[in-house]
């Protein structure tokens, strides 16, 4: 049985940095891009940054682009990703997830590709 378990979510003021952990198990982490998504109040869950198996690849949106880095230790079956300068607008449920051999933007921005998810981690941003 898979399982993602995100972890690293808190409080934090504007301006501040959080890194936010994703670990895998029940499944071979390597053959899987993996990949952020959010969702705020209110709002729909988002696409906010993925990278491929082997970390040759990595996508953001816009919104975060800059700020927001995501990386993977494929020995560890562990994604992470490294918040900066985080603003309120953050603030959201942080889900990871696992595509089996997805690749691209196109593709990985897409919450329909992929085949397992996390069940989240609370990001709160204080103004």
């Known amino acids: 049985q898979v399982h993602l378990v995100e972890s690293g979510g808190g409080l934090v003021q504007a301006g501040g940095s959080l890194r936010l952990s994703c670990t895998a198990s029940?499944?071979?982490?390597?053959?899987?891009?993996m990949g952020w998504f959010r969702q705020a109040p209110g709002k729909e869950r988002e696409f906010v940054a993925a990278g491929s198996r082997f970390s040759s690849y990595t996508y953001y949106a816009d919104s975060v682009k800059g700020r927001f880095t995501i990386s993977r230790d494929n020995a560890k079956n562990t994604v992470f990703l490294q918040m900066n300068s985080l603003k309120s607008e953050d603030t959201a449920i942080y889900y990871c997830?696992?595509?089996?051999?997805?690749?691209?933007?196109?593709?990985?921005?897409?919450?329909?590709?992929?085949?397992?998810w996390g069940q989240g981690t609370q990001v709160t941003v204080s103004s």
């Open positions: 029940g499944l071979t982490f390597s053959g899987y891009a």
């Open positions: 997830a696992a595509d089996f051999g997805g690749s691209g933007l196109g593709r990985l921005s897409r919450q329909a590709e992929y085949d397992y």
